[in-house]
């Protein structure tokens, strides 16, 4: 039979379809790119946020209809199956199978069950759990991080460290959905790392829902910078980097590691949500406005030319225009390199969704787009002062007009960040795809640069 993939959300969950892609390979399954060519259709959703819901929905709706032609099974997997659950099972009688998180250690035996027997999967339990109450969601076996099929390309694959999360921010819903942080084995993960790179894989992102909370549950104490150390050894990884580090948990010795670790991209990904101080402890977050601006000085002291990348929210409930005005002046001094914004949901089951001064959607929308316009004009400023500087570009793909080869520096995040056009007139041989190659920054383009192949 043939089965096609569709996930949605975010770097972690891809590590979910890439391991349960691995399994269906497993077991003899033909994998498509064309769900018009599937029999079997599995859906990895995302329920992080209002948007991410919607888009879940949508999709299951729209792969719905290829079961009136060529697919027999749509399977319907990842976050929001484990937060609505029985919600979904009596609004999408289209799906044959849903696959809570919390069950993704039966997850074959459910699909074997569904496919071999031809028989739907529903629930019998009487009471629904509240969300306060989702158990420690069982972790992929390490059988199954190492078989997974690597859909990022040839050159860069995500390496989860971690599951879960305890920050307990109040308008998160993850640690109910995804439960407790727990950490992989440090073995165990190094154990991938070497199988990845004999894949030919040249560039690991390491994730986690905080990376520098890996280890402290197995050993007592953070151990990323150490892994981070222990990677970096191993033949053929040539770029390293780690996101989604809160504030709270970069240490003087993961600053250094990066600092002076050549394989390490001199990039740190700090979601620091807000900087006013009453906002910031309304949402349980773990520092303060003083504590951000020290360690955002401390880390450029000691790595001149980093990259700095955060994500902010607006529009959280009894958010003031004075809590706004001082968030957006801080963006004006900070000057991040790449900044991501977003707006407020209210996600029923977290406390902030109890919050009263709940804030006007229009109002939202507003202040988001005053902090994007600013952080556009601070990018387009941060762009140009890279003209003509050399830099080492990875490249990954050509323009579709074939003027350009198109790739990345070690400071762009794929997916995320921004491209590097380089014109292929001076190229040095006619296929310089997957290659490392040294070029000059000539032009910049919203926030992309043009850049020109140096000898």
């Given amino acids: 039979m043939k089965v096609g993939f569709i996930s949605l959300g975010c770097s972690k969950n891809l590590i979910d379809t890439e391991a349960t892609i691995g399994r269906f390979k497993k077991n003899k399954f033909e994998i498509v790119n064309d769900e018009t060519k599937a029999d079997i259709i599995v859906i990895n959703t995302c329920g992080f946020i209002d948007s991410a819901k919607e888009e879940a929905i949508n999709t299951i709706l729209e792969m719905a209809e290829y079961k009136k032609k060529q697919c027999k099974?749509?399977?319907?997997?990842?976050?929001?199956?484990q937060r609505y659950y029985k919600d979904l099972i009596k609004a999408l009688p289209e799906v044959d199978l849903f696959i809570k998180i919390e069950e993704?250690?039966?997850l074959w035996d459910k699909i074997e069950d569904l496919i071999k027997r031809d028989i739907v999967i529903k629930s019998k339990r009487k009471d629904s759990k509240k969300i306060a109450d989702i158990p420690k969601m069982p972790m992929l076996t390490q059988e199954e991080f190492l078989g997974r099929t690597i859909t990022t390309g040839k050159n860069y694959a995500y390496l989860k460290i971690g599951?879960?999360?305890?920050?307990?921010?109040?308008?998160?819903?993850?640690?109910?959905?995804?439960?407790?942080f727990v950490s992989r084995?440090?073995?165990?993960?190094?154990?991938?790392?070497?199988?990845?790179?004999?894949?030919?894989?040249?560039?690991?992102?390491?994730?986690?829902?905080?990376?520098?909370?890996?280890?402290?549950?197995?050993?007592?104490?953070?151990?990323?910078?150490?892994l981070l150390e222990e990677?970096?050894?191993?033949?053929?990884?040539?770029?390293?980097?780690?996101?989604?580090?809160?504030?709270?948990?970069i240490t003087e010795e993961l600053i250094n590691v990066v600092a002076?670790?050549?394989k390490i991209a001199k990039?740190?990904?700090?979601?620091?949500?807000?900087i006013s101080d009453t906002i910031l402890k309304k949402m349980n977050r773990k520092t303060s406005k003083k504590q951000i601006e020290n360690l955002i000085q401390k880390i450029r002291n000691k790595i001149p030319k980093v990259t700095l990348r955060t994500s902010l929210m607006v529009g959280f409930p009894s958010e003031t225009k004075e809590d706004f005005e001082e968030l957006i002046a801080f963006v004006g001094q900070a000057k991040f390199?790449?900044?991501?914004?977003?707006?407020?949901?209210?996600e029923e089951g977290t406390p902030a969704a109890k919050l009263l001064e709940q804030i006007h959607g229009n109002t939202k929308k507003a202040r988001y787009r005053q902090i994007m316009a600013l952080q556009q004009q601070i990018s387009k400023e941060n762009l140009e002062k890279k003209l003509n500087q050399e830099c080492e570009v990875l490249v990954e793909d050509v323009s579709f007009d074939g003027k350009y080869y198109i790739g990345r520096t070690m400071q762009d995040v794929p997916e995320m960040d921004g491209l590097v056009y380089i014109k292929k007139e001076n190229a040095k041989k006619s296929d310089m795809i997957n290659s490392f190659v040294k070029c000059k920054i000539v032009g910049i383009s919203d926030y992309d640069l043009v850049a020109e192949m140096i000898s």
């Avoid at 879960?164 to 993850?174: F, L, M, R």
């Avoid at 191993?234 to 948990?249: A, N, T």
Wanted: hydrophobic share 35%.
């Fill in 260 to 262: 002076n670790n050549p």
């Fill in 104 to 106: 993704y250690d039966k």
């Fill in 185 to 226: 084995k440090k073995e165990d993960i190094l154990e991938e790392a070497r199988n990845l790179a004999k894949q030919g894989i040249q560039e690991l992102i390491i994730i986690a829902q905080d990376t520098t909370k890996y280890g402290i549950d197995l050993y007592g104490e953070s151990k990323l910078a150490e």
């Fill in 73 to 81: 099974y749509l399977i319907v997997m990842g976050c929001l199956v």
């Fill in 337 to 346: 390199d790449k900044l991501g914004t977003f707006m407020y949901s209210k």
């Fill in 231 to 249: 990677i970096s050894t191993i033949e053929g990884i040539k770029w390293i980097r780690f996101l989604y580090s809160y504030p709270e948990g």
């Fill in 163 to 180: 599951e879960g999360c305890n920050n307990k921010c109040t308008y998160c819903a993850i640690p109910y959905i995804r439960g407790p």
């Fill in 267 to 274: 990039y740190f990904d700090i979601p620091i949500q807000h």
